[in-house]
């Protein structure tokens, strides 16, 4: 006899993403208890329900998560797009201290409430297009203060009422301040001393941005080391412009991802294979910064390595708030399959999050959270461009 159900979504073909492939389930159901999952499978099997929806045919995925996004931050960088155009390169502009910094001094003048507004419509864009979870860094205030403020606008951006979970991710480790250019260890010091122990309670994990714009190995090994120490997860984003060895460290540290990765090499695969990382791939910064390097995709699967697929939506290298285009060119630049690209952006993506056991497939026990979708197969979800396909979406079972 099976478990009775509040809601129950049927007439579906299912891309569950568990198991082998994408999970399909051709003729499917899925059930909800409250905002659970309590069936999955095979529609002549499922559950009486109160409420029973007929999904014509439609397909199901688990709904979507973005699990790299630099969501929060004041103003934009269309003037430094220009000086990209006319020949400068990212790294001289950062360099110049235009770059991150420019977005810092925006952000930091910012309040709570302008930096939840200006967030909101580049949310709105991703769930619009079936996003139902959400990783929001902080990392454009780079003081104690303005980190705190930036992880208060990603948290109430999950109340605003738009039905998604939001998930954060102290990056304070994103760039070295003005204030400690001449000190870069002393911006360092602060980052484990104060900023990781106060961010506690706010942030899942900590990020660092490892690179000769960035920070050292050896700083990053220190900010980990207190991350650790308080109980938070790392993460890094690890050879994006040359390959300073960054993956091997976060692998050491058993880190949930590493993201980027262009210029990764094999004992960097191997070290993120035997620690389980997840490697986060983000096509929308190697297109915006026209990088010719590709990550090593053959090498990352041949030593199973999870792969996530985001939108690394931010100001300077991925002005671009669509998962659905970040999918189309994980596809296209990076020639994932699709397969590879959908499980990038449910089970893969959940993974990176450290949320494995509650949300990126549909089965029972897991969350709710669903993408109903107006395709004859799932294919569709990568091959179109600027196309939005989405029929619903379903937050916590409702
Ligand atoms: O993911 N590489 C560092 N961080 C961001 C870019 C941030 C920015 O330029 O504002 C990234 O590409
Ligand atoms: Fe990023």
């Known amino acids: 006899m099976a478990t009775p159900a509040d809601r129950l979504w049927t007439n579906a073909r299912l891309a569950t993403m568990a198991g082998e492939g994408l999970g399909a389930v051709d003729r499917g159901a899925v059930a ?111 003081t104690l203060a303005d980190e705190i403020k930036m992880l208060r606008a990603a948290h109430l951006l999950g109340w605003a009422g738009r039905g998604v979970m939001t998930v954060r991710t102290l990056l304070a480790a994103h760039a070295v301040p003005p204030e400690y250019r001449d000190d870069p260890e002393g911006y360092v010091d602060l980052i484990c001393q104060a900023i990781i122990p106060a961010a506690r309670r ?20 220190r900010i980990f080391a207190a991350a650790r120490e308080h109980g938070l997860g790392v993460r ?59 990550p090593p995709v053959q090498a990352l699967r041949d030593a199973g390595v999870p792969i996530a697929v985001a939108s690394d939506c931010n100001p300077g290298t ?25 499980l990038g952006v449910t089970r893969n993506a959940a993974r990176a999050l450290g949320l494995g056991h509650l949300i990126g497939t549909i089965e029972p026990g897991k969350l709710c959270n669903l993408a109903i979708w107006d395709v004859e197969a799932p294919a569709e979800l990568a091959y179109r461009i600027g196309a939005n396909p989405l029929h619903a979406r379903v937050f916590r079972g409702i």
């Open 32 to 142: 909800a208890a409250g905002d659970t999952i309590v069936y999955a499978g095979p529609a002549q099997d499922a559950p009486d329900a109160a409420e029973i929806i007929d999904c014509l045919g439609r397909w199901i995925t688990p709904g979507l998560i973005d699990c790299h996004t630099h969501l929060v931050h004041a103003g934009n960088r269309a003037r430094e797009f220009e000086l990209r155009l006319a020949g400068a390169s990212y790294e001289e502009i950062a360099r110049a201290g235009g770059g991150i910094l420019s977005t810092v001094e925006a952000t930091r003048a910012a309040t709570v409430e302008e930096l939840v507004a200006s967030a909101l419509p580049r949310l709105d864009q991703l769930t619009g297009e079936g996003v139902t979870t959400v990783e929001i860094k902080s990392g454009y205030g780079l």
């Open 202 to 221: 706010e942030a899942h994990a900590v990020d660092a941005y490892c690179e000769g714009i960035g920070f050292t190995l050896a700083q990053v090994d």
């Open 236 to 294: 890094m984003h690890a050879e994006q412009l040359s390959n300073m060895h960054g993956a091997a460290l976060a692998a050491r540290h058993g880190a949930l991802s590493a993201d980027h990765l262009e210029h990764l090499d094999a004992e960097g695969v191997a070290a993120m294979a035997a620690a389980g990382t997840v490697a986060v791939l983000l096509p929308g910064a190697f297109y915006f910064t026209r990088e010719t390097k590709l």
């Open 318 to 342: 991925s002005p671009m708030a669509s998962i659905l285009l970040a999918v189309n060119m994980g596809a296209t630049l990076f020639r994932l399959t699709v397969d590879e690209c959908l």
